[in-house]
């Protein structure tokens, strides 16, 4: 059985991006640059741009770039085939040997079309991969790194491979059959799963999430090469409005002035401690003199592991924490970042990160753990829950990305709110760990006051009781839906 | 029991480097640098230094410097405590919690206070740690980046961290009880042994042999600091000579005015094939417009597995191969490289070739499958043979590094000779594996002629000769002394 909890969100006015009619120059002058007037409604969670419209964005990388941190590379990647060259782009990937795209590999040709993985522009040959697996990075043209933390690589197995022969060109097929895109002057290579795994995560032990979903039934093979997407990758699913791409948030960060943009990738419900966190990043930001810090909230929308709370009910529990007030709507934006989830922590944190400065973030808040887990095996954190903002820090290709390591946010039981942890006095700090709010909502129970705004832990307490009403037996396999 | 192949090569004359007498500034012009001008015998096995001038190679770092190529970070490491200071920091070291040395971590103290990993100047404390272990390289003062692909740490247990305490310094104390350094302004972390294993290897299978040997005995703490050593480190196995310090090896590169030199790492016998890469190498330095390119034959001489040829028995070989002139001494420096084998492939040559340059090698050559060995429990190569090769030439703080792919060599039936493999006529060739010559060995056959010289192969049939007289069930025993 599927989930859905709908998002009663009314989109009562639509953001018009009409960049044709602001064509400007790669050498606009930033400080003066043209803007796209759209109609805006305050909210931020009601930020849509029409789907024709998606296609004038996407074809247009070189018209609009924030000024305030350079996409990796220089230029945002755009692999959308232009409209008028659909039809043909179209007739050429029908002809061509065919590749079958699971969920997930659809998630990262979605990644890559629209810049996110900027400058890698396709699934990676070896080259990349390696760099990648080693380095956590690559080497551009100008001997200059950029970061790339993760492989993102597409696996075929023997058959598929057989089939391809000595084509240079394949065809793209999603999971619904349909024709996605075309992989060009391709190159087929070893894929070594158990270095990759190893090299990744750090550990092979069973039981990591991506590890048993993607590589372990995926084929021997790696096929890289250059993308192009057809059409702008949709999920209709009720969540595409917020999927914007790196170029529509940066016009968007534009639009707003915005003069410092603080990143907050999380795959969890909102808290009070998380909202004290960003408010107290933008308070930060603003006693450094920036005029206009935009907070871009910015959840994991691609695969996570079958007990992390589904998209659609985080997304429904943000809304929520905006409409309460906790968060400022008028200087937050909501959006969804379309990747998959690798829980391979202080790898992974640098992927989340770099994939914000492409979409025009200069400063990223990193916590304790993240993108972490426990150990597959044993009884203990996967990862060192320092190592991931220390990795951070340090990471080749991030040295323009400025790093806010969080402050420890607990439950205050005199003050009865989430603060700041105070050592002097740690004895009234109460440390709410995602398990223990799944306890409390799965018992039908209410968190401490001020720790989550009535709204939002509503949406959560309605999740976990329609979890409750299936048979217990089957709770595993409904959460894997 | 313990096999000891005494060496027979006399040592007629030694090379005598009187430093003090050619003291120049640092700021020499490196082109007209003043030399030392030693006593030379033309086997390049007998350059032997005194004991008591190694300490004033060692104690004077800055005073010549080959114009090749940099160490990393500019200066080469030396962290042998001058002679006039060592009874105080003798004492000083004796007063402090003290740490026990394994015999490989002696071999790091000898790698790291002669400067083959500069510009690291002693154990990694976890900010050079996880650089090393995510990034394969350090960031050093000025933004670059410098190569360091494995982490050179030392363990200790729980007891022995709580008998640090809180002390910022630690006593270094040998295998054999005494004293070898100090290690300062020390930082104690977790060894978090699965992750350094899996993203060290590649893989945590059971049977590597470092980690066998060395990390799964070893402590659950890391301690970090900068060392400083006593005495030089010896080992008093009658190969000590063959051990230059990587000033050592630049000041006769600059004695022998090579304006070319390129490195040869083997952990192997040196066969017919290896050495007409060698003099292949020669000829194209020559054609590429040197003038006096040398070779630096570099045996590896710290911990090897229990089945590779032991390090004297290697060193005879090597001698062998030079007495019968099939690689030419007075173009040859044969010496000791210091380090342990991690058998680590692609994460391994990064090292093999970092430290090399901080020897002053300029041209290194990289074959199939360097660092390479089996899987431990499936029936493949660990790595992938390509794989080495590739990483090498893309990997961050090599760029100043002439990387030089082998071709590979196999015996030619027809030709009766090592040769280049020419694949339109690939039923000529016959590939002789390790596996295959210790065969030859063990049985008393001869290998095809051509494969080795007389002499050098006479050096390893009395080794596996001496190994076959043990009782055959003792024998894993016996490899492993």
Known sequence: ???????????????????????????????????????????????????????????????????????????????????????????????????????????????ISEGWASPLRGFMREDEYLQSLHFNSLRIKDGSLVNMSLPIVLAIDEETKGRIGSSSNVGLVGPNGGLVGILQSIEIYKHHKEERIARTWGTTAPGLPYVEEVITPAGNWLVGGDLEVLTPIKYNDGLDNYRFSPQQLRQEFDRRQADAVFAFQLRNPVHNGHALLMNDTRKRLLEMGYKNPILLLHPLGGFTKADDVPLDVRMEQHSKVLEDGVLDPETTIVAIFPSPMHYAGPTEVQWHAKARINAGANFYIVGRDPAGMGHPTEKRDLYDPDHGKKVLSMAPGLEKLNILPFRVAAYDTVEKKMAFFDPSRAQDFLFISGTKMRTFARNGESPPDGFMCPGGWNVLAKYYESLQAEEPAKQQAVLST
């Open 1 to 111: 059985m599927s989930l859905t909890i709908k998002l009663h969100i009314a989109t009562h006015l639509n953001l018009n991006l009409n960049l044709h009619a602001n064509k400007v120059s790669t050498s606009t002058n930033y400080n003066t640059k043209i803007r796209p007037k759209p109609i805006y409604n305050p909210n931020p969670l009601i930020f849509k741009a029409h789907t024709p419209t998606m296609h004038a964005v996407h074809s247009s990388s070189r018209l609009i770039k924030s000024s305030l941190i350079e996409p990796d590379g220089g230029a945002l990647v755009d692999l959308v085939v232009p409209e008028s060259e659909r039809a043909s782009k179209a007739l050429k990937a029908d002809s061509l040997p065919k590749v079958k795209l699971t969920q997930i590999d659809l998630e990262w040709v979605h990644v």
